[in-house]
């Protein structure tokens, strides 16, 4: 019996003893479910220091005593729903860090004394996964099975604790509630992390208006060098992305071999009647044409003047047709 990992009681046991299970300390789940329970003992699971699941529901447990789970370092999941409770004592659950608590299905009387209640805890399922063994490395050689089967926790608000009194909270959310209806100071939905501070520190320090005035000033400070270094960039990039004038060489040349000028759309001379002017004249006004630092050639523009160039005949050929 010491070395018993998991024990299942069924059948009418009203009430549950102190030192209960203290002959099997061993134990890792234990569970009561289903069972009629109506009363514990606030020493019932001395001893089980090791359990690390516990079943109470489907029970008729109306009261649970204080420090009654306090002996449960190691638990990490403790079901209490489908039962009569209305309340329970304030830091039942302080000793015990639960990975999963499930509360709902009683018939609550909603108060700011539930306010120690985490939603993070008490509104998950336990969801089972299956992984598949990766063989596209080794072809397997490690997978000792085809399949991997493990549990991971899922929030789920629909089973959330709900409350039957007052009258006008009835089937209202408990965390809803306290939030939104009662306004319970104390009530601190998402789990915080407190930060230990030294034993001459009141915990009532006040933010005076020299430090607040101090920390606005530097927020600025962080923006000005933010932006100085913003405008650096910018200035090199600028430098960098300015080039001279640049002369390419066509595939084809002209009849007197010259070079053709990098035109911008916009320098492209036009016409008295503001109309742009045709590839075929650009040959006319390429000496009048400057290209200026500040733009960067376009070159499909560039190549498509080749092209037409290329496949241009000459002025002085003739066809004569027959």
């Avoid at 009530?187 to 933010?207: E, M, Q």
Wanted: aromatic share 8%.
């Amino acid at each position: 019996m010491p070395n018993l990992k998991e024990l299942v009681l069924t059948g009418n046991i009203t009430k549950i003893e102190f030192d209960a299970f203290l002959e099997v300390y061993q134990l890792e789940r234990l569970v009561l479910s289903n069972c009629k329970i109506q009363n514990i003992s606030m020493d019932s699971f001395v001893g089980l220091e090791k359990l690390e699941y516990l079943d109470l529901s489907k029970n008729e447990l109306e009261y649970l005593p204080p420090n009654a789970f306090d002996e449960l370092t190691s638990l990490k999941e403790l079901y209490l729903n489908d039962n009569k409770l209305k309340e329970l004592p304030r830091d039942i659950f302080a000793r015990i860090h639960p990975k999963l608590l499930r509360l709902n299905k009683n018939p609550w009387q909603c108060s700011c004394q539930m306010s120690e209640w985490k939603p993070m805890i008490i509104n998950k399922l336990k969801q089972k996964t299956i992984k598949q063994c990766d063989r596209s490395l080794d072809k397997g050689i490690s997978c000792v099975t085809d399949n991997h089967i493990y549990f991971k926790y899922v929030y789920d608000n629909k089973i959330a604790p709900k409350c039957a009194s007052p009258a006008q909270y009835e089937n209202w959310s408990v965390f809803q509630v306290m939030r939104r209806l009662l306004k319970c100071p104390e009530y601190k939905p998402k789990l915080r992390k407190y930060h230990k501070t030294p034993a001459h520190i009141s915990n009532d320090v006040t933010i005076s208006k020299n430090t607040s005035q101090e920390l606005s000033a530097l927020k600025d400070l962080k923006k000005i060098k933010y932006f100085e270094k913003l405008n650096k960039t910018l200035e090199k990039y600028i430098n960098n992305s300015l080039t001279t004038p640049q002369m390419v060489q066509s595939n084809s040349f002209s009849e007197d071999n010259n070079l053709i000028p990098i035109i911008h759309s916009d320098e492209v001379p036009k016409t008295p009647n503001s109309n742009p002017v045709t590839v075929s004249n650009v040959q006319h006004h390429e000496s009048n044409v400057t290209v200026t630092d500040n733009h960067i050639p376009h070159t499909h523009r560039r190549r498509k003047i080749h092209r037409i160039r290329k496949h241009r005949k000459p002025a002085s050929v003739t066809t004569n047709k027959i």
